[in-house]
């Protein structure tokens, strides 16, 4: 059975951080391109980060030199370090696992920005 499990999020202050994790299992963890979604209320699901098939990592635009991606293969896992956030950044975050035509989504974990 696979599972994508969020943890990590929160309530935090503008211009605060927060570390997500996504803990994987019944997956060959190491050969899925990971990535992390957001959706907002009222909004699609976007990209925040993902690896890409040449190892490489890509962001979306709003999050860029702010987000880091980061993965441990040997934990399964799957981070996002999220710096300087706005309150545009809220919304509930997913982590995605992909190989090929197989997709595996998590449940999702809330992040609100707000003073």
């Known amino acids: 059975q696979v599972q994508l499990v969020e943890s990590g999020g929160g309530l935090v202050q503008p211009g605060g951080s927060l570390r997500l994790s996504c803990a994987t299992s019944g997956i060959a963890f190491s050969t899925y391109t990971m990535g992390w979604y957001r959706q907002a209320p009222g909004k699609q699901r976007e990209l925040v980060a993902t690896?890409?098939?040449?190892?490489?990592?890509n962001y979306g635009n709003s999050v860029k030199g702010r987000f880091t991606i980061s993965r441990d293969n040997a934990k399964n896992t799957v981070y996002l370090q999220m710096n300087s956030l706005k309150p545009e950044d809220t919304a509930v975050y997913y982590c995605?696992?992909?190989?090929?035509?197989?997709?595996?989504w998590g449940q999702g974990t809330q992040v609100t920005v707000s003073s």
């Open positions: 690896f890409t098939g040449a190892g490489g990592t």
């Open positions: 995605n696992a992909k190989y090929f035509s197989l997709a595996y």
